[in-house]
């Protein structure tokens, strides 16, 4: 009987149909040997981007009645946190409190948190969210914010190699994280000029040709973090669940030991970052070439007004671009062989 590799709480949304919040989160977890519980925060029909969905958000007190009874049972006892998307304030200050039992409970705990607030300079929560996911920073070992919600938990527009800084440092030093992984960032012109020289994209390449990741992480509570970074090509159309996955992947393949003999051994955050961009990287891969056998009617390039007046056209193209998880889930496993993107040093991050 192969053995576990231990238990994780999954907190985050649940969908009926496709893979998006814990649908893209949990079946990966339990490829890759964890057992997961989880606790749904909303329970939809799909997710939002279908235009069309409805279904059900669990309130605060829903919640902590479910953390209250799994802890009477004795059923809390997760080696491992994930966090995701939470609906509201009351609901957000609720899985809060719950990670911060159980950070006190057992200091080793190893909590991911994905701050899900928005994406492309818009919310997706209600504004009063913003602090209550400030407070939770400290308990996070991990956290896999995307670049906008970097910008609004730090209050920081990154522009330039020195607006990064600043918000890394606030990071670390203001909210105390250890780790931190920035995903699928969109790269400008100016950010891949910066990155280390063997993971610059073409010179020619087009600001959004490429997305990178960057991951930061500071151990010793003082100084500077140690930051590694790579691109990759960006595959065209819209996906969803991607970061759900990603930060699934993070979690999974995090070890406190570094990994490899002497000056090969890839640090434990650089190491998981680079397996979860390059499994997700080939999910995506394998998803678009998918989608791009579906009949044409269920593949046509996004048209608001068409979308408007006719849904299904919408509809049917969400459905077409659903993460093919049950067919990636040789990538997920790794067995199946796949580009493996490591993160480069980024040596002079904090000196350039």
């Known amino acids: 009987m192969a053995k576990g590799k231990g238990r994780i709480l999954s907190i985050q949304s649940h969908v009926a149909y496709g893979y998006v919040g814990g649908k893209a989160a ?8 964890y057992d997961v519980d989880v606790v749904n ?3 939809f029909s799909n997710h939002s981007g279908y235009g069309r969905f409805g279904g059900s958000r669990a309130s605060a007190g829903e919640l902590e009645q479910i953390f209250s009874i799994m802890e009477q049972n004795e059923l809390l006892q997760p080696e491992r946190l994930l966090t995701g998307y939470v609906p509201g304030a009351e609901a957000t200050a609720a899985v809060t409190a719950l990670a911060k039992k159980l950070r006190e409970r057992n200091p080793e705990l190893i909590y991911l948190l994905d701050p899900v607030l928005g994406d492309s300079g818009r919310l997706y929560v209600a504004p009063e969210v913003v602090p209550i996911y400030r407070a939770a920073l400290p308990l996070a070992t991990i956290i896999t914010p995307n670049w906008f919600e970097v910008e609004v938990l730090t209050e920081t527009k990154m522009v330039d190699q020195a607006s990064l800084r600043q918000a890394l440092r606030k990071l670390h030093d203001t909210y105390c994280v250890p780790h931190v992984v920035i995903s699928s960032i969109p790269l400008k012109h100016w950010l891949g000029a910066l990155l280390p020289p063997r993971v610059r994209p073409p010179a020619d390449a087009a600001d959004g040709d490429f997305l990178a990741c960057i991951a930061s992480s500071r151990l010793d509570g003082a100084g500077t973090s140690a930051v590694y970074a790579n691109s990759f090509p960006c595959l065209p159309g819209y996906f969803s669940g991607v ?3 990603f930060s699934a992947l993070v979690l999974a393949h995090f070890e406190h030991a570094a990994q490899g003999n002497g000056e090969g051994a890839e640090p434990p955050l650089a190491r998981a970052a680079a397996l979860a961009v390059s499994k997700t990287h080939a ?3 394998l998803t678009h070439e998918a989608a791009l056998t579906l009949p044409e009617d269920e593949r046509q390039a996004t048209d608001e007004e068409l979308d408007a007046r006719e849904p299904m056209r919408k509809i049917r193209r969400m459905r077409g671009r659903e993460l093919r998880l049950i067919q990636g889930q040789d990538i997920i496993r790794g067995t199946q062989t796949i580009e493996y993107r490591q993160l480069e040093p980024w040596t002079d991050f904090w000196t350039a």
């Open 26 to 33: 949990v079946f990966p977890l339990q490829c890759l040997g």
């Open 41 to 43: 925060t909303v329970n």
């Open 243 to 245: 970061g759900d996955l």
């Open 283 to 285: 999910m995506l891969t």
